[in-house]
């Protein structure tokens, strides 16, 4: 049995009494071994498995543990334990009581956001505040649902105190955002964990143990929804040293303040690293340890054999950096998926990326532009969502977005005069219209608000008589839109054709192919080809152009791969939604950011672009209200990736942007360099 492997310390963790547990457990520790260890214990001792709850933060990792406890308990059994991420979670508790949930992606609420925020007219109000931007209102939305339990005005106002005047607006605009999700049954990520807050109140649910991976990761509202659970027995695993994310709502006093917050709480550490070599241990010790100890720890080498110091590498130029590096990976004699690339910044990848590329090496990028992000494929999942929920308005808003002229604001018209002329169905509005007037989108207009929303007039369909289209769409209602205009006409054609061809067919594969080879993603894929082909002369580059078709069309073919293994639309579309974040393509060097490198080893490191004002990030720093802790923590995250060689590298020299660098502090720190490190806040 698994708990006969675990060492003393995790042996311990994994058989505390019940009650508040915390496990300390630092990089390469043997974290998911002590978990697994755990849930081995509780159902030796008689748990029913079924009120074991599984937390973590990412499905690969809880999928994971509970492959090894198939290894030594039946399928029967292990399969009755809840485990997943904190939403996978709460979307199934959730779904069993709201088949029609509609789980939608930031980037969509997003716009939904920016269609109520259009309808303001801020100019009204006579005073002198700037209004902020419809994403940045939204983002802060977001995050404040993520970091606190008081009202938004309270909180947004101790952060913006000179924007009480638009106060009211903002509250409006939210408050419409949030009915507006209702009225279509759409939630968000946030939704998720703040519906199921209310969903298990009122159910009473209860759990004998709630088990909880990557502890120092979870936000306030993560913390309250384990709070409201209210199980039996806690036992909580993470290391307030690889606390990364507070920049995403993650509060570091979730783990800080464990022992406070709980009378009887325990606190066990594990201090034996199996995963690095020595000389790699001392040097992120060296460097972390200036951080506030909250719980004290010291790291332990649990590997034997011959260790390699790390490495520091000084260049005298950027780009040399990069090409001496991609060199050195190039005569080395590991496989390219045991090397990593770490660095702070998305822009350094770009000039790994082309050395790499320039001397015949593939790599993967992780952690900067997700496959599932790109604009051509959201545009794919956008079709394939509203045929599986025609009630779905941001998937149609994103579709008619495209449309030369539409914008946000319109095409929510588009949606509501479709869903009007099918009598409440969008397919039947769409394909065979049985209501023929215009619908009254907003008659109650509230001027003090900024609302403004002119009533629709009959436009004349005689302005499309040179476009050749049939009866049956010449006959359609929504040509009498007054704001529909030629372009917006030949869209919504191609739109009109595409549904028309597929609404039989309800097999993934035979949807996307159909949707890939219509006239409507044809016209996505120009538009997004010439956009990336423009340069600053506002001239498309046409070679460009075409290489930028051909990485749109391979991505099609990936999500059109993806697709085969699936029979049923509806579970396709859930799966790239909540999962597609975690699935990745290609094989070779992994570049990665710190972030998307956290919980990854490699047998080779290279750490980047270790120069002042870039790791530290001086400019993101100030954004998080300077928190060079949270830095330093980045970099004892990135070197503690490395197993059996580290190295370290700056450049002092930008010749592109002829930008003069300095030394990263914590290459001070490690006593790589020598002398004395120049903090932030000591800079004048």
Request: charged fraction near 25%; glycine fraction near 6%; charge should be neutral.
């Amino acid at each position: 049995m698994p708990l006969n492997r675990l060492n003393q310390e995790q042996l311990k963790a994994a058989t505390a009494a019940s009650g508040q547990n915390l496990v300390i457990a630092s990089a390469g520790t043997g974290k998911t071994s002590t978990i697994v260890g755990r849930i081995v214990h509780l159902l030796q001792e008689g748990v029913e498995p079924e009120k074991i709850l599984l937390l973590t933060f990412t499905n690969k990792a809880a999928g994971e543990m509970i492959a090894r406890l198939g290894a030594f308990f039946p399928k029967k059994i292990v399969d009755r334990i809840e485990s997943g991420t904190f939403h996978a979670v709460c979307y199934r508790w959730l779904k069993k009581i709201t088949p029609s949930l509609s789980l939608k992606q930031p980037s969509e609420l997003k716009t939904l956001f920016r269609s109520v925020y259009e309808k303001r007219q801020f100019t009204r109000l006579g005073h002198d505040v700037e209004p902020f931007s419809a994403t940045y209102l939204y983002e802060m939305y977001q995050l404040y649902q993520n970091a606190s339990l008081e009202s938004f005005d309270m909180w947004f106002l101790e952060l913006y105190p000179d924007h009480e005047p638009l106060m009211d607006i903002y509250l409006d605009i939210c408050d419409e955002f949030e009915r507006t999700k209702q009225d279509y049954g759409f939630v968000s990520f946030n939704d998720l964990l703040l519906h199921t807050k209310e969903y298990v109140t009122d159910n009473h649910i209860h759990f004998t143990e709630i088990l909880v991976d990557e502890y120092q990761d979870t936000n306030t509202l993560q913390g309250a929804l384990i709070d409201t659970l209210r199980s039996d027995s806690l036992f909580c695993v993470g290391d307030y040293d690889q606390s990364i994310y507070a920049f995403n709502g993650a509060n570091i006093k979730n783990i800080s303040t464990f022992a406070e917050r709980y009378s009887n709480a325990k606190v066990f550490t594990l201090t034996k690293n199996y995963r690095s070599v020595a000389p790699i241990l001392s040097l992120a010790n060296r460097v972390i340890e200036r951080n506030e100890r909250i719980y004290p720890k010291k790291l332990e080498v649990g590997r034997v054999g011959d260790a390699h110091s790390p490495r520091l590498l000084i260049y005298d130029e950027l780009f040399e950096q990069y090409q001496s590096i991609s060199r050195q990976i190039k005569k080395s004699h590991l496989p390219n998926e045991h090397i990593a690339v770490i660095f702070r910044n998305n822009s350094s990848a770009d000039g790994i990326e082309a050395s790499l590329r320039d001397l015949g090496l593939p790599c993967k990028r992780k952690g900067g532009a997700s496959f599932f992000d790109a604009k051509e494929v959201k545009f794919l999942l956008d079709i394939l969502a509203l045929m599986t929920n025609p009630k779905d308005m941001m998937a149609f808003i994103h579709i008619f977005e495209y449309g030369k002229g539409i914008g946000t604001a319109l095409s929510k018209e588009f949606f509501l005069c479709l869903v009007h002329f099918g009598n409440g169905n969008l397919m039947r509005g769409i394909l065979h219209p049985e209501q023929y007037d215009l619908p009254k989108l907003n008659p109650n207009k509230n001027m003090q608000l900024g609302l403004f929303d002119d009533d629709l007039d009959i436009g004349s369909v005689s302005r499309f008589k040179d476009i050749n289209i049939s009866e049956a769409l010449r006959s359609h209602p929504l040509l009498k839109h007054p704001k529909l205009s030629v372009d917006g006409l030949k869209f919504f054609i191609s739109f009109y054709q595409l549904m028309k061809s597929v609404q039989q067919s309800r097999v993934p594969k035979s949807i996307l192919a159909a949707v890939i080879d219509s006239d409507l993603y044809a016209v996505i894929v120009d538009i997004l080809s010439t956009q990336r082909a423009r340069l600053k002369t506002g001239e498309v580059d046409q070679e460009k152009k075409g290489q930028s078709k051909d990485r749109i069309l391979r991505k099609a073919g990936i999500l059109l791969n993806l697709s085969s293994h699936y029979k049923e639309l509806n579970r396709f579309v859930n799966a790239m939604i909540l999962g597609g974040g975690e699935l990745s393509e290609g094989e070779g060097v992994n570049l990665l950011t710190v972030h998307a490198s956290k919980g990854l080893e490699f047998t080779e490191v290279f750490v980047v672009d270790l120069m002042d004002t870039r790791f530290p990030n001086h400019k993101l720093m100030n954004k998080s209200g300077g928190a060079l802790e949270e830095e330093r923590r980045l970099f004892y995250v990135a070197v503690t990736r490395a197993k059996d060689r580290l190295s370290l590298s700056y450049a002092k020299y930008d010749r592109v942007r002829k930008i003069d660098f300095k030394p990263s502090l914590f290459l001070f720190e490690t006593g790589l360099l020598k002398g004395e490190p120049i903090y932030p806040n000591e800079k004048e």
